[in-house]
């Protein structure tokens, strides 16, 4: 079951597997005319515009779903942890609760699906305010959650659910939801034989790449047509051994997807936060300032793990107020937020995840204005009060301060605002009347706050005031 996967990819020519098969897939030229080509060099193909649908929509869920949700103990890297790096926890908890001799490919059949809904998750995507969906295609393991040619005995319609999960839940997504849908990929995998002589090699030969990665990355844009790409696990080779730039001069080009397709910066070692579409950085990343390259932050509403944990206690879990604040932090400085939930072995979204998922899209229906399609403001954050962020509205025109602590005084501080006599109108999002200020001047403005019940507050966990004409 873990021997070569892909015994597909061997019998195909050659020539086209070295140059990494687009000519086993049907073309697309780009249709209307001036449409640029890109080069397979990351100096045309990190000039390539962001398509404009990704930086509107601010807000997305990350899913990391695979054989690690069988487990469910400690992280979805059981596999390397348990059997690479042999951490005790992990020695432990099989030793404990599995027979000797049992293996990570033992897993496999117990990933069940059973309770697998997609229309009950895309309801419940749809109901988070999130605008994208990126699903775990294949993590570190190996595992493809579609049944790939290219990944013999190892995926989701031949093992375990005996389903192509990545089929239903875009189908679902599509059908019942605006959102975006999108694709996770690990380039490598922990122990596939093929990697591992290549890895010995180092890295002159491209056995992996060319007999399973890259076939599987042409296979799912063709057959499943992702609008994001969310590339990770280079396994510290360079891009060139991925042939990562021919890939996206064909994505860009002649795929599918090549005007609304987005992608990330995991394409080999030293891409990331330097090459690619949308910038990551690093897992968590919220650098608390403007940054000039768009960017995301992906993070998990579970302190600890990106796949399901058993074990997980409930301060584990990030409260909705962490996650509000996450969200305000990353669109004032630019970027989007993705948050990852991990869903059961039998394909069930944990109640807690779907409650924090469910808040999220309680706090957007009403400040939605202030997030969605928003571009950064001069300042990002206020200079007088903490926990206020801004951002601009430029269909509108006005500026959007999010504060996260209603003030006990009744009335907030901006530094940033500078309120124009007789023209600055300032108004609390969910509430009729407008709001009484006193300017001071180029030290900001001074605005009060209606004297509300809990009841009254048109939401909880922060709240929105509309500037009009501000300097």
Known sequence: MSGPPGRAALLLPPLLLLLGLPGLLPARPPTGGGQP?????????????????????????FIHWGVFSVPSFGSEWFWWYWQKEKRAPYVKFMEANYPPGFSYE?????????????????????????KYVVLTSKHHEGFTLWG??????????????????????????????????????????????????????????????????????????????????????????PDTYWNSTGFLAWLYN?????????????????????????YTCSDRYNPGHLLPHKWENCMTIDKRSWGYRRNAQ?????????????????????????????????????????ERLRQMGTWLKVNG????????????????????????SPKEGHVN?????????????????QAKLGETQAKLVGYKELLKWVALGEKGIVITLPQLTPQQLPCQWGWTLQLSDVN
């Open 254 to 278: 002649d795929s599918p997807v090549w005007d609304t397709v987005v992608t990330n910066d995991r394409w080999g070692a030293g891409s990331i936060c330097t090459h690619g579409g949308f």
């Open 369 to 392: 204005g202030a997030i969605y399609g928003t571009k950064p403001w001069r300042a990002q954050n206020d200079t007088l009060t903490p926990g206020v962020w801004y951002t601009f």
């Open 148 to 237: 790939s040619k290219y990944s013999w005995n190892w995926n989701a319609v031949d093992e375990g659910p005996k389903r192509d999960l990545v089929a239903e839940l875009a189908t679902s997504v599509r059908n019942r939801t605006d959102l975006h849908f999108g694709l996770y990929h690990s380039l490598f995998e922990w122990f596939n034989p093929l990697f591992l002589e290549d890895a010995t090699n180092f890295f002159k030969t491209r056995k992996f790449p060319t007999s399973k990665s890259l076939p599987e990355l042409y296979e799912i844009v063709t057959k499943y047509q992702p609008e994001i790409i969310w590339s990770d696990g280079d396994g510290n080779a």
């Open 37 to 61: 080509r890109y080069e397979p060099t990351w100096g045309s193909l990190d000039a390539r515009p962001l398509p404009t649908w990704f930086d509107e929509a601010k807000f997305g869920v």
């Open 314 to 354: 409930l301060e584990d879990y990030l409260t909705i107020e962490d996650l509000v604040k996450q969200l305000v932090e990353t669109v004032s400085c630019g970027g989007n937020l993705l948050m990852n939930i991990g869903p059961t072995h039998d394909g069930r979204i944990a109640v807690i995840f779907e």
């Open 401 to 417: 301060a999010i504060f996260l602590n209603w003030p006990v005084s009744g009335t907030l501080e901006l530094g940033e605002p």
């Open 106 to 130: 033992d897993f496999g059949p117990l990933f069940t699906a059973e309770f697998f809904d997609p229309n009950q998750w895309a309801d419940i995507l749809k109901a988070s305010g999130a």
